[in-house]
């Protein structure tokens, strides 16, 4: 009898996670005090004995997926754990797609680093492989949680990440010291037809990152576009009032995101932003990413 990936999970989890909501301006500042917010995460355990390696998956704008849901039963089926992080119901947030400010990205960092404490601390899981994956919203959440100046103000000490693998993350947001970040693989993953998430700024932090001795890479699909690893959409289809910010310039300037246009403090008001931005479903792209991902989990994971 062939084992499908859906055949592989074992055993499902679910737990609270107490956390803060930062402004941006706290995050920046390594200020820990926001309102307190309880989120929650989905373990999903292989068929097995553990302890088992980890991936804390962190979603994007939509909230948890389908995308999401596939990838966990795929880590499942070559023997790794799936923790799917919910940052947005425990907070009454449904989408950010509309209003990326009802819920900003870095604040989705501190819920990170507040899951990867409670992850290390699980006795069914070994808290030295533990790497995280994230979409979208949550793919800037991945590749920005490497940040050694973040990880100081707030990831739990002695606990960090294995490896970073961001999907179709923006990164076009000049952060200070954005370039000292953590000794640990950092492997992106992006469409080259994505319009929503343009790959350009990708490929040019990458080539800073890599200039500066960094483990990173840049891996891209042909006509792939965002969220193209998702079975929920068509191969096309338009979000007409998607907040869209990747044309704007901005840059970190005293705890603050500056529109460098403006000189003034950004806010999703500005007349950079745009409206409208297309996603759609690539299986061909899918089932590569899913072989890319498994090839290097088992090399760093030394899995069987």
């Not at 009898?1 to 706290?26: A, N, V």
């Not at 989120?39 to 994007?60: C, K, M, S, T, Y």
Request: include cysteine; hydrophobic fraction near 40%.
């Amino acid at each position: 009898m062939t084992i499908t990936p859906f055949q592989c999970t074992g055993r499902i989890e679910i737990y609270p996670i107490s956390t803060q909501t930062l402004s941006d301006h706290r995050f920046l500042s390594g200020n820990k005090k926001g309102d307190p917010a309880q989120i929650a995460g989905e373990l999903r355990q292989p068929v097995g004995d553990g302890p088992f390696p980890v991936v804390l998956l962190v979603h994007g704008s939509g909230g948890v997926g389908g995308n999401v849901d596939r990838w966990a039963a795929e880590l499942n089926s070559i023997g790794v754990s799936a923790f799917i992080l919910d940052c947005f119901s425990g907070r009454g947030i449904r989408s950010t797609i509309l209003d990326q400010s009802r819920l900003g990205s870095l604040a989705m960092i501190f819920d990170a680093y507040r899951a990867l404490e409670f992850l290390v601390k699980q006795p069914s899981l070994d808290a030295n492989r533990i790497a995280l994956m994230g979409f979208s919203k949550g793919g800037f959440v991945t590749l920005y949680a490497s940040m050694k100046r973040f990880q100081g103000y707030f990831a739990p000490p002695g606990a960090e990440f294995a490896a970073y693998l961001p999907f179709y993350p923006r990164c076009d947001i000049a952060f200070f010291q954005d370039e000292d970040i953590a000794d640990r693989p950092i492997r992106i993953f992006h469409g080259e037809a994505d319009d929503w998430v343009p790959v350009e700024p990708v490929q040019r932090y990458v080539a800073r990152l890599q200039a500066a001795g960094k483990d990173v890479s840049l891996t891209t699909y042909p006509g792939a576009r965002h969220a193209f690893d998702s079975t929920t959409y068509p191969p096309v289809f338009t979000f007409s009032d998607a907040e869209i910010s990747s044309h704007c310039r901005l840059a970190e300037k005293d705890a603050q995101i500056i529109n460098l246009d403006t000189g003034k403090p950004f806010t999703n008001q500005d007349a950079c932003v745009r409206r409208g931005a297309s996603v759609g479903s690539n299986e061909g792209a899918s089932q590569k990413a899913h072989a890319d991902v498994k090839k290097f989990l088992s090399g760093l994971f030394h899995l069987a």
